[in-house]
């Protein structure tokens, strides 16, 4: 029965522990998810420079702290 205990103990300090990563990855989520959406929005309209999107796009880049440049040769 100890046994059982100590490991529902150690089960619960692990997932405890993973919680702040858990947190930060949903939050960069929803982050993502919002800008893809303004993304869109910039596509869809008429009146949308090339430069705009572009902007938006690297501010995501930024944050994700992803260089488009390494990339593009993948």
């Not at 089960?11 to 800008?35: H, M, P, Y």
């Not at 309209?45 to 040769?73: A, G, N």
Request: positive net charge.
């Amino acid at each position: 029965m100890k046994d059982s205990i100590r490991k529902l103990r150690e089960l619960r300090e692990n997932l405890c522990s993973q919680q702040g990563t858990w947190k930060e990855a949903f939050t960069a989520r929803d982050k993502v998810i919002a800008d893809l959406v303004d993304v869109y929005m910039l596509c869809i309209d008429k009146k949308t420079r090339k430069k705009q999107i572009e902007k938006k796009l690297l501010c995501m880049f930024e944050y994700l702290q992803v260089d488009p440049h390494e990339t593009e040769s993948e």
